[in-house]
């Protein structure tokens, strides 16, 4: 059996706390931000747990089993990240939203 391998697009508070809460789980999880300072920021409260891979690569999610978006609560930003995931991702993997406001089937229009 092959272990799950997660990826969380966003190194804010939310994305942080879902990236730890994968990897002391036991998932090998990759931690996504744009920006360096703020992955930076999500690594001081993390605070070290194994199985977890900071980046600033969005390609470093691609060969993941699911991927997790917590990045800002914007359509527009969403809808990027979303069109980068649906053209990067192997097939067959799971893309999640941690939205709390905005409409789900619109991002996952963003998506084939």
Do not use: W
Not at 31 to 51: F, H, K, Q, T, Y
Not at 76 to 101: C, H, R, W, Y
């Amino acid at each position: 059996m092959t272990e799950l391998r997660v990826g969380v697009i966003g190194a804010g508070v939310m994305g942080s706390g879902i990236a730890q809460t994968l990897a002391v789980a036991g998932y090998e999880t990759v931690c996504c931000d744009s920006a360096p300072a703020a992955l930076e920021r999500a690594m001081g409260r993390i605070r070290n747990p194994e199985r977890i891979h900071p980046s600033t690569a969005l390609e470093r999610v691609a060969g993941t089993d699911l991927v997790i978006e917590a990045v800002f609560e914007d359509m527009g930003v969403k809808e990027s990240v979303f069109k980068q995931l649906d053209a990067t991702m192997k097939p067959g993997a799971i893309l999640a939203s941690n939205t709390s406001t905005l409409d789900l089937n619109r991002i996952a229009s963003f998506t084939k």
